[in-house]
């Protein structure tokens, strides 16, 4: 009986203790846990490195520094004043690429979108006329290739090996008819495959008029320097529709009369407008970048690309890379930052920034003993 007595009692002790305020309840244990098991905290993320400081001294950035814009014709057998050898070419582009150099557009240049990586510097490709030889293909049977000797054959084979080179290039061609091939097997759809492969490829289609006159000395009417320049647009309409001819290499470099001269930045033919917000140059040294208080997109220089001589003159190619050495543009990495050393300031036309950020700097030169 006393043992019975005690359960009792034990039992109200319980009871009692539950009904106290304030008494901590234990809550039941999770059926899908073990009651004994405690769960880890968790470890804080760690905080992201920061981010290194920029090398100033390594890279030595000029975002102000000129700009080559290389000049070619045909590429193919022998060297001559308007010729490049293939093997000439491709080591051109070693050279190029030895000397830190990396292919951007045209367009890239123009609208202030350099993006290469930090201490390399930008050049522009442009091939004048819209020979076969830049855009040559082969046909071996059933099988279409393109010429591993022409323009576009060097540079895709380059960037295979150099993938950080691009294969960015403006071919100023004449229009209906570009890089036509005279086989019998050349068709309209080859010619179609060849513009939509150098969208694809970054590279661009630029015009050089409609006939390559000489806009000064053959043009003798308002109306006919509109079609040479307005045709192309008019044509390409058909062959790429929405894409836009956005520069003009002038055929021998020759501009229209005075009066007609707002007509070769734009102007219309037969319902259709054209716009060239790059007018090229035949000679002869770099050009100045976006934000240069001298850059001048409507009368953008060129260099030869060529040591062969054409009268007195001679060695194109050496001279402007001599010259570069020290006054080429070198890129910081970023597009969306202009670097500028505090020496070049004057030379910076602020309006031209837009949404850039510019960044200056200067360098401690060390003092010997």
């Known amino acids: 009986m006393k043992k019975y007595k005690s359960l009792i009692f034990l039992v109200v002790i319980l009871f009692v203790a539950a009904c106290v305020p304030g008494t901590p309840s234990i809550p039941d244990p999770d059926p899908g846990k073990d009651p004994g098991l405690v769960e880890p905290i968790p470890d804080p993320e760690p905080e992201p490195e920061p981010e290194p400081d920029f090398d100033f001294a390594l890279y030595k950035p000029n975002e102000l520094g000129e700009i080559p814009i290389w000049m070619y014709h045909n590429i193919r057998e022998p060297e001559s004043i308007w010729v ?29 979108n350099i993006d290469i990586s930090a201490g390399t510097s930008p050049l522009v490709l442009t091939f004048d006329d819209g020979n076969a030889n830049n855009f040559n293909l082969l046909k071996n049977g059933e099988e279409t290739t393109v010429d591993p000797d022409c323009t576009v054959g060097i540079i895709m084979d380059f960037a295979d090996s150099h993938p950080d080179m691009g294969t960015a290039a403006t071919f100023f061609v004449q229009l209906p008819h570009p890089f036509s091939q005279s086989a019998s097997w050349y068709t309209a759809e080859h010619r179609q495959w060849k513009l939509e492969k150098l969208q694809e490829w970054g590279m661009e289609i630029g015009n050089h008029t409609l006939g390559h006159k000489h806009l000064k000395k053959d043009i003798k009417s308002l109306d006919d320097l509109q079609e040479q320049l307005g045709k192309p647009q008019y044509l390409l309409e058909d062959l790429l529709p929405g894409y836009k001819l956005n ?7 020759g501009r229209p009369k005075a009066e007609w001269a707002d007509y070769v930045h734009q102007g219309q033919f037969q319902g259709t407008t054209y716009q060239h917000d790059a007018i090229l140059l035949v000679g002869s040294a ?22 062969y001589p054409d009268g ?10 001599a010259r570069l050495e020290n006054t080429r543009y070198i890129s910081d990495g970023d597009p969306d930052i202009i670097t500028v050393p505090e020496s070049n300031l004057d030379k910076l036309n602020k309006d031209s920034l837009e949404k850039k950020t510019l960044r200056t700097y200067t360098l401690e030169e060390s003092i010997g003993p």
Not at 84 to 112: E, K, M
Not at 247 to 253: C, D, K, T, W
Request: charged share 25%; net charge positive.
């Open 312 to 321: 007195d003159a001679k060695d194109f190619l050496d001279k402007a890379l």
């Open 84 to 112: 490049r050898t293939p093997d000439n070419f491709r080591a051109d582009l070693q050279r190029f690429y030895d000397l830190g150099y990396r292919l951007v557009s045209l367009t890239d240049v123009i609208t202030n």
């Open 286 to 307: 770099p050009a100045k970048p976006f934000n240069h208080t001298n850059y001048s997109p409507l009368a953008m220089p060129r260099i030869r690309a060529s040591n």
């Open 247 to 253: 520069s003009l290499a002038l055929p021998f470099g």
